[in-house]
C-alpha cells in the first residue's frame, strides 16, 4: 500500500479527484495525509471530513524558505509518503526540498508545458492567441514548473474564451489527468527514458483530450 501525501494552499479539488479516484478504483494506495501552508485551505474540510490526517504549516510562521522547507519536510516524512503530490500548492520550493523528493513529487499546471510557467497561464494563453491550452502533470525538479512531462490535457480555446471559462474547461481535464498520472505511477507504470523523458510501460497515450 503506498502512502500519498498530497499538499495545497486552496480549494484543493484536484487532491478531491485523487482522493475520490483512489476509493472509487481501488488504488493500492491511500491518502496518508493533506498538508496545506494555509489553514483556510478549503480542501482541508473535506480531508477533514473523510477521515484523512490534515496538517498545516505556515510558511509566515518562519523566516526563510529554507526553514519553511525543513519543517514542512519533517511533517510530510511523519507520514512516510511513496509519492508527494503538490495540487494548487502554491510556494515555490527549495532546490534541498525538491532533492530531498527527487523522483518522488509530482506537480500539476495548468499551462501546456514549457509554454507559460509561473502564474496567470490562462490569460498568458489568450493573450498570445493560443488556439488550445491545457494542463500538464511533471515530475518535479529544482526549476519552477519543469521537469518531466507524465501526462497532458488539451482543450481548445475558444474565440470568445475569458479566462474564467478557459480556466473552467482546463480544469476539468485537471481532474482527469491528475487521477490518471498517480494511479499510473502507483502502478509502476511509468519509466524514463534515457533522456529523460517519462513514457508509459505499455505505450497508453499521455496526451487527453477536452472539449
Ligand atoms: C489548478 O489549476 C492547478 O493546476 C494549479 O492550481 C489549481 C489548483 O486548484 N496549480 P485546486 O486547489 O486543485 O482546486
Known sequence: ????????????????????????????ARIAAVISNR?????????????????????RDFEDREAFDATLAQVIDGFAPDLVVLAGFMRILTPGFVQHYAGRMLNIHPSLLPAFPGLHTHRRAIEAGCKVAGTTVHVVTPELDHGPIVVQAVVPVRPDETEDTLAARVLVMEHQAYPRAVRWWIEGLLESTEDG?????????????GG
Open 197 to 209: 523523458r517519462i513514457v508509459h510501460r505499455h505505450g497508453e497515450s499521455q496526451a487527453l483530450m
Open 1 to 28: 500500500m503506498k502512502n500519498l501525501v498530497i499538499l495545497i494552499s486552496g480549494r484543493g479539488s484536484n487532491m478531491v479527484a485523487i482522493a475520490e479516484a483512489c476509493a472509487a478504483e481501488g488504488w493500492d
Open 39 to 59: 489553514s483556510d485551505a478549503g480542501g482541508l474540510v473535506y480531508a477533514q471530513q473523510n477521515g484523512i490526517p490534515t496538517a498545516v504549516v505556515n510558511h
